[in-house]
């Protein structure tokens, strides 16, 4: 009973997977009743064996229909508020400032008009089709703080939304009965396009939880506020910034295609300043909104269960989703759910985390507390080793970059000795001991950083930085370090049966590891240039790491000194704090 109940280590992943080793058995029993392969005839027989899914291949499915139509949803909302922007330019370009009352009747006669309605749906598809692909194409919990110039999946989301704001400009100048030449078509193609560069290439795409949870309301209106730093308004600036690159590049482009004379006019109009500001307004505010609203709908919180103290024989789906299993998942997005569900459990005071702390039966063992500190060490722990990586392949280059200048160095030297003393000196061993001791002086030296050349500034003008770790690292630490650290120091007054002392060693040492190998990265390449955004995640992460290491010092203080601990951890104990 128990081997099937734990859920770490060499045995299974949960106790609910019992029925399905049984499941497995019975087909291998059933395939066993097949005779042997020796001829061609039984080889047609024979059928490929029955691999039945996992709980986590299950979890995972459920969690990805859902995820799917919320942005689904999303895209729906997105494209309402797109019709919205319809109705609102076609009422904006019916207005005319010498008759305002008539202005307003044939704006209102003209949205209610049964003319408006197909083109309506015609706007309403092309923005939702638009919107859906690009939020499941690149709207990612681990996606870079902007997409580089060079991905094919960028481009493709770039063209399917400037043809759907051309959708829409083309709507609202057939409803409007504006007069539309090459010229205004030109100058109104340009200014679309250079919004759906920027609202794709310029956007931040991660999906990160919202601020208003489940009131999406609050979310709409602060979409359509022109407070500072709301997405209509910030969407408002940057057109003025883009109308200053739309209007030579439309001006030079219509004189080589459309014609001089057209080209002039068209710029003497001021209808068609107010469109290209108009339509850039839109396409950049459509952008921000859609991710506004598509964090606030797919990011929702989900709510993960404890399991039972006791064993289930036949769980349903619902009851094999519990916290246990979905920490064991490898799906990026469910483990950023996973992970924030069991920071508020973390934070939460009540029967709820005291189950954490509880006992399974049969056995009475910690099952609870073990499956989720284990997930989470493992977490910080993986997240460790590409920073240790990346701190080997640093030493490595420095190492190499230093040789050659340190042999010249001891050359020189043995030039000015005599022969028999250069003889006597400078043996193998003794070389290559004063070898490494020019290194490391060297090393700590400051070094000016080479300057870039043409191609390294354009690669990374195309290039996202990548820095050693990802924001989507950084988060899964930040959660980690953050449970742990207070489920480590409510056990102080909740842990009756003391559980969590036994691996308070064994947390603290993760996060000292963690915390020391950010740090001494940064040591490794303290003479190298660096860039603040590709730093950012490391800096969050051990920002993290060194609070959780505080908490648990300010909580159990000079007790942490009868832990199995070296003196470098508590060396380090002592400064992180």
Same mark, same amino acid.
């Given at each position: 009973?128990?081997?099937?109940?734990?859920?770490?280590?060499?045995?299974?992943?949960?106790?609910?997977?019992?029925?399905?080793?049984?499941?497995?058995?019975?087909?291998?029993?059933?395939?066993?009743?097949?005779?042997?392969?020796?001829?061609?005839?039984?080889?047609?027989?024979?059928?490929?064996?029955?691999?039945?899914?996992?709980?986590?291949?299950?979890?995972?499915?459920?969690?990805?229909?859902?995820?799917?139509?919320?942005?689904?949803?999303?895209?729906?909302?997105?494209?309402?508020?797109?019709?919205?922007?319809?109705?609102?330019?076609?009422?904006?370009?019916?207005?005319?400032?010498?008759?305002?009352?008539?202005?307003?009747?044939?704006?209102?006669?003209?949205?209610?008009?049964?003319?408006?309605?197909?083109?309506?749906?015609?706007?309403?598809?092309?923005?939702?089709?638009?919107?859906?692909?690009?939020?499941?194409?690149?709207?990612?919990?681990?996606?870079?703080?902007?997409?580089?110039?060079?991905?094919?999946?960028?481009?493709?989301?770039?063209?399917?939304?400037?043809?759907?704001?051309?959708? =829409?400009?083309?709507? /609202?100048?057939?409803? @409007? !009965? %504006? *007069?539309?030449?090459? +010229?205004?078509?030109?100058?109104?193609? &340009?200014?679309?396009?250079?919004?759906?560069?920027?609202?794709?290439?310029?956007?931040?795409?991660?999906?990160?939880?919202?601020?208003?949870?489940?009131?999406?309301?609050?979310? =709409?209106?602060?979409? /359509?506020?022109?407070? @500072? !730093? %709301? *997405?209509?308004?910030? +969407?408002?600036?940057?057109?003025?910034? &883009?109308?200053?690159?739309?209007?030579?590049?439309?001006?030079?482009?219509?004189?080589?295609?459309?014609?001089?004379?057209?080209?002039?006019?068209?710029?003497?109009?001021?209808?068609?300043?107010?469109?290209?500001?108009?339509?850039?307004?839109?396409?950049?505010?459509?952008?921000?909104?859609?991710?506004?609203?598509?964090?606030?709908?797919?990011?929702?919180?989900?709510?993960?269960?404890?399991?039972?103290?006791?064993?289930?024989?036949?769980?349903?789906?619902?009851?094999?989703?519990?916290?246990?299993?979905?920490?064991?998942?490898?799906?990026?997005?469910?483990?950023?759910?996973?992970?924030?569900?069991?920071?508020?459990?973390?934070?939460?005071?009540?029967?709820?985390?005291?189950?954490?702390?509880?006992?399974?039966?049969?056995?009475?063992?910690?099952?609870?507390?073990?499956?989720?500190?284990?997930?989470?060490?493992?977490?910080?722990?993986?997240?460790?080793?590409?920073?240790?990586?990346?701190?080997?392949?640093?030493?490595?280059?420095?190492?190499?970059?230093?040789?050659?200048?340190?042999?010249?160095?001891?050359?020189?030297?043995?030039?000015?000795?005599?022969?028999?003393?250069?003889?006597?000196?400078?043996?193998?061993?003794?070389?290559?001991?004063?070898?490494?001791?020019?290194?490391?002086?060297?090393?700590?030296?400051?070094?000016?950083?080479?300057?870039?050349?043409?191609?390294?500034?354009?690669?990374?003008?195309?290039?996202?930085?990548?820095?050693?770790?990802?924001?989507?690292?950084?988060?899964?630490?930040?959660?980690?370090?953050?449970?742990?650290?207070?489920?480590?120091?409510?056990?102080?007054?909740?842990?009756?049966?003391?559980?969590?002392?036994?691996?308070?060693?064994?947390?603290?040492?993760?996060?000292?590891?963690?915390?020391?190998?950010?740090?001494?990265?940064?040591?490794?390449?303290?003479?190298?240039?660096?860039?603040?955004?590709?730093?950012?995640?490391?800096?969050?992460?051990?920002?993290?790491?060194?609070?959780?290491?505080?908490?648990?010092?300010?909580?159990?203080?000079?007790?942490?000194?009868?832990?199995?601990?070296?003196?470098?951890?508590?060396?380090?104990?002592?400064?992180?704090?």
């Amino acid at each position: 009973m128990d081997s099937f109940l734990s859920g770490g280590g060499g045995a299974p992943n949960s106790f609910y997977e019992y029925e399905y080793a049984k499941a497995d058995l019975s087909s291998s029993r059933l395939s066993s009743g097949f005779r042997s392969p020796s001829s061609p005839s039984n080889m047609v027989l024979q059928s490929p064996p029955l691999v039945l899914p996992s709980i986590f291949d299950q979890i995972a499915v459920w969690f990805r229909g859902i995820i799917d139509r919320r942005k689904v949803i999303a895209s729906a909302v997105s494209s309402g508020c797109s019709l919205l922007f319809f109705f609102l330019l076609t009422a904006l370009l019916q207005a005319s400032p010498l008759s305002p009352f008539a202005s307003v009747y044939g704006a209102l006669s003209l949205l209610i008009s049964p003319a408006i309605i197909t083109v309506s749906i015609i706007v309403f598809i092309s923005s939702f089709a638009a919107l859906g692909f690009i939020t499941l194409l690149i709207a990612k919990p681990d996606t870079a703080p902007r997409l580089g110039l060079l991905r094919k999946d960028a481009w493709a989301a770039a063209v399917i939304y400037f043809m759907s704001q051309m959708v =829409l400009v083309a709507a /609202v100048h057939t409803i @409007a !009965g %504006s *007069p539309m030449d090459r +010229a205004r078509w030109l100058f109104s193609s &340009l200014a679309v396009a250079f919004s759906s560069l920027h609202v794709i290439f310029r956007n931040d795409f991660r999906l990160v939880f919202g601020t208003f949870g489940s009131k999406l309301s609050l979310a =709409l209106w602060e979409c /359509v506020s022109l407070e @500072a !730093g %709301s *997405p209509l308004a910030t +969407a408002a600036k940057e057109a003025v910034l &883009l109308y200053r690159m739309v209007l030579p590049t439309a001006a030079i482009l219509g004189f080589l295609t459309v014609g001089v004379y057209p080209t002039i006019l068209s710029l003497l109009s001021p209808s068609i300043h107010f469109c290209l500001l108009a339509f850039s307004t839109v396409a950049l505010a459509m952008g921000r909104m859609h991710v506004r609203i598509t964090r606030e709908i797919v990011m929702k919180p989900l709510h993960f269960p404890l399991p039972p103290p006791h064993a289930v024989r036949s769980p349903t789906p619902a009851q094999t989703r519990t916290m246990l299993n979905v920490l064991e998942a490898d799906d990026a997005t469910l483990k950023v759910f996973a992970l924030t569900d069991l920071a508020r459990l973390s934070r939460v005071v009540g029967d709820r985390r005291l189950e954490i702390f509880s006992l399974s039966q049969p056995g009475g063992h910690p099952r609870n507390w073990t499956s989720i500190k284990n997930a989470c060490v493992r977490v910080i722990e993986e997240t460790r080793e590409k920073v240790e990586c990346a701190t080997r392949a640093l030493g490595a280059r420095g190492y190499a970059d230093s040789e050659g200048e340190d042999d010249d160095g001891v050359d020189r030297q043995m030039l000015l000795m005599p022969e028999r003393i250069r003889q006597q000196v400078y043996s193998t061993a003794i070389r290559s001991r004063h070898a490494r001791s020019l290194r490391a002086t060297a090393a700590l030296q400051p070094r000016v950083p080479p300057k870039p050349t043409m191609w390294e500034k354009a690669k990374r003008f195309l290039d996202v930085p990548v820095g050693v770790i990802s924001r989507h690292d950084a988060t899964l630490v930040q959660l980690a370090s953050e449970s742990l650290s207070l489920l480590v120091v409510s056990s102080f007054d909740e842990d009756r049966y003391g559980v969590v002392q036994r691996d308070l060693a064994e947390v603290l040492r993760a996060l000292i590891k963690a915390a020391n190998a950010v740090r001494e990265h940064f040591r490794t390449r303290a003479a190298r240039a660096t860039d603040s955004e590709a730093d950012a995640p490391l800096n969050a992460m051990d920002e993290a790491l060194a609070t959780a290491v505080y908490q648990i010092k300010n909580q159990f203080g000079d007790h942490l000194r009868s832990l199995a601990l070296s003196k470098e951890e508590f060396s380090a104990i002592d400064m992180m704090c």
